[in-house]
């Protein structure tokens, strides 16, 4: 039977300022009426995935709106620091007055792997032409971005398949992963990784218990594309337990090929390209 390997990549996890996952847990209430069963700050959060057998930990944060980016970069250049095996997606926002710079200056970070563009939350288009500047420099330093760009769990007029390809006609080898395999468009977003050889998928959110409906297309595409998918948790913001998600993936009987690209060499893989590091130097929480 196949399993996941012993030490695993979480290729989607959030890290926020305590305050900040205060009120992200407030308006996920408020505006979703989901109860975040998983309340931690980012230092239990880091032990507890830790104990539960994720070696490295990818997270990100967002800007919500213009003036917070700063703030929390500089959070995130601290606890990069205090953890050997975390790296980041950072904060951007384009309507800051130094965005550029700031951005430039955190991608000779190694551990900053590129930046966490929340369409939904952001209210901005992936085609919005103040991001291209931020896309140029990405490609040219050989990062990588990380998209809420797909319609669910939630949606609104900033995400979609159809706004994405509108970036993508302008910027064809984009270094992304989208998020939650694009839900709810599963079968449109994988049918990019064809056509755009640096485009991943990660699987958070799309494998829950009911009553979430997620990933329905069955194992074919995720054995054809198993090596541009990453096993991503979304931790600590889940109305389920973390685990539901790993046992319905296993559930589903995939390749144990699967379940080696997915959980690790895949984001390995990935981590090595963007920090040019070779072979096993990349620290685990073991290390």
């Known amino acids: 039977m196949a399993k996941i390997p012993e030490q695993i990549i979480d290729f989607h996890v959030h890290l926020f300022p305590d305050r900040l996952f205060d009120a992200i847990w407030d308006a996920f209430v408020r505006h979703y009426d989901w109860n975040i069963i998983h309340r931690h700050y980012y230092k239990e959060c880091i032990e507890r995935l830790n104990q539960g057998g994720v070696g490295v930990i990818v997270y990100s944060n967002y800007a919500h709106r213009a003036g917070i980016a700063e703030g929390l970069n500089r959070w995130n250049e601290s606890i990069l620091q205090e953890y050997d095996h975390l790296y980041c997606f950072a904060a951007y926002h384009p309507d800051d007055p130094h965005a550029l710079d700031m951005a430039g200056r955190l991608l000779e970070n190694p551990k900053i792997l590129g930046f966490k563009l929340q369409l939904l939350v952001q209210n901005f288009y992936p ?50 992963t989208v998020a939650h395999l694009g839900a709810h468009e599963y ?35 995720l054995e054809k594309y198993k090596s541009r998918v990453l096993y991503g948790s979304d931790y600590p913001n889940l109305i389920t337990p973390r685990e539901s998600e790993i046992e319905n993936l296993l559930e589903m009987g995939l390749s144990q090929d699967f379940y080696d690209k997915v959980f690790h060499d895949n984001g390995i893989a990935l981590i090595r390209s963007l920090t040019g590091k070779p072979g096993g130097e990349v620290p685990d929480a073991q290390a």
Do not use: W
């Open 187 to 221: 079968e449109g977003f994988i049918g990019l990784l064809d056509g755009h050889p640096n485009l991943y998928l990660d699987t958070a959110f799309c494998f829950l218990p009911p009553p979430y409906q997620g990933y329905t297309l069955g194992p074919g595409y």
């Open 127 to 176: 085609f919005d032409p103040r991001l291209f500047p931020l896309y140029e420099m990405v490609i040219e330093k050989n990062k990588h971005l990380l998209f809420h760009t797909g319609t669910g769990p939630v949606g609104n007029q900033y995400v979609g398949l159809e706004s994405f390809m509108r970036a993508l006609q302008k910027f064809p080898d984009l270094p992304a």
